[in-house]
């Protein structure tokens, strides 16, 4: 038998059965494809709205990443607030990549790039790109020591006037992932936001 998907699971074996799905993203409905065998597939998960309801609008231009994409609504967010930016949308889950690239295209948001997560990463780092923000519902289920390393190499690409919020659930380990990004990673963290048993933090490289 088949081992069941996990979103983040690189090639889900799942069918890939397209669905519509409406849903708002700070404020602006939307109508987007979304499938099974990736994160959140039928909704807008609670973290993801915690997250776009408490930050303000990234930077008007540059690069910006959503790490762990998923469908896409956070890199759409992005896109739709900043389209003159370039929004790297990145996922381990293949079919995470083309849902949100078929949604951007959709919506008409040319600023998008959907990308697998090592290419962008290596793509990034081998350009010497520095990125402007991050926004991310990081996928904590990895487990810890595959979401620090995650983390850690994302977050090295932060520009020094750069800045990543990140939204985690309480109880999935927020206020001690808090500690690990200040004391390991040397980093500037200050909660932005609690509602619904998610913190918000905002990350800035340490000075």
């Given at each position: ?5 996990h979103?983040f699971s690189?090639?889900?074996a799942s069918?890939?059965?397209l ?5 708002v993203l700070?404020?602006?409905p939307?109508?987007v494809?979304t ?5 959140s ?5 609670l973290?993801?709205?915690?997250l776009l309801d408490a930050?303000e609008d990234p ?10 994409c998923g469908?896409g609504p956070?890199?759409?967010a992005?896109?739709q607030?900043s389209?003159a930016a ?7 889950n293949?079919?995470a990549?083309?849902?949100t690239?078929?949604n951007?295209?959709?919506?008409g948001?040319?600023?998008v ?10 793509h990034?780092?081998?350009a ?5 923000e991050i926004?991310s ?7 810890k020591?595959a979401?620090h ?8 690409l ?6 990543a919020?990140l939204v985690?659930?309480?109880n999935l380990?927020?206020d001690s992932?808090?500690?690990w990004?200040?004391e390991?990673l ?7 936001a609690?509602?619904?048993g998610?913190r918000?933090?905002?990350?800035r490289p340490?000075?």
């Open positions: 038998m088949p081992e069941p998907d979103y690189a090639q889900p069918p890939a059965q669905r519509p799905v409406d849903v700070r404020g602006r939307v109508r494809q499938a099974s065998g990736v994160f597939a039928g909704r807008l998960d973290g993801t709205r915690v930050v930077p008007p231009a540059g690069d910006l990443a959503d790490v762990g469908w956070i890199a759409l992005m896109a607030a389209p370039t929004v790297w949308a990145v996922d381990s293949a079919r990549v083309d849902l690239a078929r951007a295209a959709a919506l948001l040319t600023g790039r959907a990308t697998a997560a090592d290419a962008a990463l290596e990034l780092t081998t010497g790109v520095r990125l402007a926004w519902n990081p996928p904590v289920r990895i487990g020591a979401l390393e995650l983390l850690r190499r994302w977050l090295g932060l520009a020094p006037t750069g800045r919020q985690v659930q309480r380990g927020a992932l808090h500690r990004l200040a390991e040397g980093m500037d963290v200050a909660r932005a609690s509602a619904k998610f918000v933090l905002t990350v340490g000075q």
